[in-house]
T-cell receptor
Framework: DAMVIQNPRYQVTQFGKPVTLSCSQT?????MYWYQQKSSQAPKLLFHYYDKDFNNEADTPDNFQSRRPNTSFCFLDIRSPGLGDAAMYLC?????????????FGSGTQLSVL | AQRVTQPEKLLSVFKGAPVELKCNYS??????LFWYVQYSRQRLQLLLR??SRESIKGFTADLNKGETSFHLKKPFAQEEDSAMYYC??????????FGTGTRLKVLA
């Protein structure tokens, strides 16, 4: 089945140790998103790629970076994770946001920072 | 500021009872409204969207522009409806704004 795949499901890192989360899609969608979701909070958009164009949200910390080497893959890099970065990270895709297309989500990566 | 509000964190109803999950929005322009659902151990997925006017799994949602609401309703709740429900809005851009979610528990 075409889908959005996130690896790993659970990730544990140490305070200050760089970590990378990965997302791949077989939907051939133009747009890929990274959301951060903390307990009992709404998913918060960190950034998105429209094809190769990177768009950062104004309030996304510099500690968070992203790469999209090709249409299928997108990575979230956290350069120096702090305790406050422990959260669920959701990857999502959409075909064409200008037509209000729905989002397709991955299963998420639960990040713990020790 | 653009905002989606779900006032209830938790809603418990008995099986067979009517369900209404509330969603209010504050949005410039004419947003498209969605309900997403997350069942236990599953990914977030679309339940329904305003523009399609569908009834999915017995759920419906009516957009009330006067009250800026998009409440989700079902006349008779089933145990399998127990899940986390998120209301979301977008307006032809990349940005989808989500509410904080309502956990629905349907009791036997």
């Amino acid at each position: 089945d075409a889908m959005v795949i996130q690896n790993p499901r659970y990730q544990v890192t140490q305070f200050g140790k760089p970590v990378t989360l990965s997302c791949s899609q077989t939907l051939n969608h133009n747009v890929m998103y990274w959301y951060q979701q903390k307990s009992s909070q709404a998913p918060k958009l960190l950034f998105h790629y429209y094809d190769k164009d990177f768009n950062n949200e104004a309030d996304t910390p510099d500690n968070f970076q992203s790469r999209r080497p090709n249409t299928s893959f997108c990575f979230l890099d956290i350069r120096s994770p702090g305790l406050g970065d422990a959260a669920m990270y959701l990857c999502a895709t959409s075909r064409d946001p200008s037509t209000n297309e729905k989002l397709f989500f991955g299963s998420g990566t639960q990040l713990s920072v020790l | 500021a653009q905002r989606v509000t779900q006032p209830e964190k938790l809603l418990s109803v008995f099986k067979g009872a009517p369900v209404e999950l509330k969603c209010n929005y504050s949005y410039s322009g004419s947003p498209e409204l969605f309900w997403y659902v997350q069942y236990s151990r599953q990914r977030l997925q679309l339940l329904l969207r305003h523009i399609s006017r569908e009834s999915i799994k017995g759920f419906t949602a009516d957009l009330n522009k006067g009250e800026t609401s998009f409440h989700l309703k079902k006349p008779f709740a089933q145990e399998e409806d127990s899940a986390m429900y998120y209301c979301a809005a977008t307006s032809g851009t990349y940005k989808y704004i989500f509410g904080t979610g309502t956990r629905l528990k349907v009791l036997a």
